[in-house]
């Protein structure tokens, strides 16, 4: 779930063309160091996990630590990113599917759309049935798609190598060849890399030994996931030119499939991120739903949420409000013009909001273990300083981002979590109310 959750394949296919046009043939390093940082978020995760194992993750934590209200908007960012990411990966799925079997509507908007909605209600479909079913469905595919990137990855070492479009060099590797702007720029698009891991608590209540299981499943998952992104931002610039990659932009595993094996590996390769991509659509509905849940059984939010299905037992009325909210958030990105405009805004506006909530999960962490400061040099490095500048560094990013978005992104990002000011005074005022 956590490898999943990140999907490798999707967010290579997204993300690969815009890290390389802001940082160049220095994006191997801003994949490595912004891993590196995101290891401090990782190991936040995982302590907190180990003290209160609970599907609400960030939203309880940071209740916990520094009161329901920041907890609430914590949570909140969560839902609303997810609810984005409904657009921004739902959208790749339908290109997909059109491009192996209807190539010439894939920059139609309004058929995207369609067969996007149509893979939304399969998922949807699943996660209703149970954990069970899912965990069965997120496997096959994850072990789909790893043989396909496994067979592209050693065929393009390789082959590759022999004539490269850019010629390899240790320094790609180096974050010292960073201007302070570069770096803070290139590293809202790698955080997006690797968003998606921490589904593997939200599902911690569902999960054997809950205290445990979960934190090391997101802990191999990351060691898993900074090798294989950094492996394949190197196979990129070994194989693809600088005018090749923005060519095929959002269709980067493919060129490279079909560069080393011809155009039918090119159709194989899609195959690989349209599994990707529905896993991890999965994961996202699995967060969003936890989290909602888990809110509502604490009365942050209507506990019409928290209703578990009789037979099933998933929430299922969380469950049909995002189907509901990724029709609706479909339907009103087919106005915009064009496929890779609905892709930028809805990326730029996510990273905000991931630096948000983990960069508040880091810093509950370092506050919740604080007294662990005068410990043994590895329990404080991991339980408070590293998680700590994780958070810091996240929040600074996300500051930083603000005067680069257009107004389109600013008002999803931001406006998306400052909106989270209705449903907790409506609420609010409803307890009041019973209480009185």
Not at 220 to 233: D, N, P, Q, R, T
Not at 367 to 379: E, F
Not at 382 to 397: C, D
Request: net charge positive.
């Amino acid at each position: 779930m956590g490898v999943a959750g990140t999907a490798p394949a999707y967010s290579i296919e997204i993300t690969t063309s815009t890290i390389i046009a802001t940082a160049g043939v220095f994006s191997p390093a801003s994949i490595l160091t912004c891993g590196l940082i995101m290891f401090g978020i990782t190991f936040a995760f995982i302590n907190l996990n180990k003290a209160i194992a609970s599907a609400g993750t960030s939203y309880a934590w940071v209740s916990l630590v520094f009161g329901k209200t920041l907890g609430f908007f914590a949570g909140w960012a969560l839902l609303v990113l997810c609810c984005v990411f409904m657009v921004s990966a739902m959208i790749p799925v339908a290109n997909a599917t059109l491009l192996i079997f209807k190539p010439e509507l894939m920059n139609n908007v309004h058929f995207v759309t369609i067969i996007a909605a149509l893979w939304l209600t399969v998922i949807s479909a699943v996660i209703v049935r149970g954990i069970k079913l899912t965990s069965y469905v997120q496997v096959f595919m994850t072990i789909i798609e790893g043989i396909i990137l496994l067979a592209i990855i050693v065929m393009s070492f390789i082959v590759f190598p022999r004539a490269p479009e850019h010629a390899f060099s240790w320094s790609w590797f180096s974050p010292f060849n960073f201007s302070p702007r570069l770096f803070a720029n290139g590293a809202l698009v790698a955080i997006f890399f690797y968003y998606g891991w921490d589904v593997t608590m939200n599902l911690s209540e569902e999960t054997k030994d809950p205290n445990r299981t979960p934190g090391r499943a997101a802990f191999w998952a990351m060691i898993f996931l900074m090798a294989f992104f950094v492996i394949f931002i190197v196979i990129t610039l070994l194989g693809l030119s600088d005018a090749e990659i923005r060519h095929y932009n959002t269709n980067v595993i493919f060129a490279i499939a079909e560069k080393l094996f011809g155009a039918t590996w090119g159709y194989i390769a899609i195959i690989a991120v349209l599994l990707s991509t529905v896993g991890t659509v999965e994961t996202q509905m699995l967060q969003f739903t936890r989290t909602l849940f888990a809110k509502a059984r604490d009365a942050a939010i209507h506990p019409r949420y928290s209703k578990l299905h009789p037979k099933w037992r998933t929430p299922y009325i969380a469950i049909f409000f995002i189907w509901i909210a990724g029709l609706m958030l479909l339907i009103a990105s087919s106005f915009l013009p064009t496929i890779n405009v609905i892709l930028r805004d809805s990326i730029t506006a996510i990273g905000f909001q991931i630096c948000f909530y983990l960069g508040l999960t880091g810093l509950a962490c370092a506050w919740y273990y604080r007294t662990m400061i005068a410990s043994g040099t590895w329990s404080s490095l991991t339980h408070v300083i590293w998680p700590a500048l994780s958070g810091l560094f996240l929040f600074f990013i996300a500051l930083y981002s603000i005067p680069t978005f257009d107004l389109t992104t600013n008002i999803v990002g931001i406006g998306g979590i400052a909106i989270g000011v209705v449903p907790l005074l409506l609420n609010r005022k409803d307890i009041w109310r019973a209480q009185a």
